[in-house]
């Protein structure tokens, strides 16, 4: 059963950092593509940060590209997402995702975190 337990998030004011993190079970980091999607309140789920298999391989939504970064270490069995120089477009749920094949697609995610809260206040 793939377990994926987000923590972090939080408020901060704009310009600050937060860091998000996911702590998955073995199998999960071992086998799967894993991401982070956020969604914005009345806004559809977007795409943020994926890191694949290998950990080497990564890629960030053009949004928050040059602030948030993504790290991935499967032997400790966690994604991280740094999130810097953060605005109050930022502000939504931030959830931790994984597949077997990664897309931009939020549908194409098959498992999803609980999700944490990050606010930024302008």
């Known amino acids: 059963q793939v377990q994926l337990t987000e923590s972090g998030g939080g408020l901060v004011q704009a310009g600050g950092s937060l860091t998000d993190s996911c702590a998955a079970d073995?199998?999960?980091?071992?086998?799967?593509?894993m991401g982070w999607f956020r969604q914005a309140p009345g806004k559809e789920r977007e795409f943020v940060a994926m890191a694949r298999l290998d950990v080497v391989t990564t890629m960030i939504a053009e949004s928050v590209k040059g602030r948030f970064t993504i790290s991935r270490d499967n032997w400790l069995n966690t994604l991280t997402l740094q999130m810097d120089n953060l605005k109050p477009e930022d502000t939504g749920v931030y959830y931790c995702v994984a597949t077997p094949f990664w897309s931009t697609s939020a549908t194409r995610w098959d498992y999803w975190g609980q999700g944490t809260q990050v606010t930024v206040s302008s």
């Open positions: 073995m199998r999960t980091c071992t086998t799967y593509d």
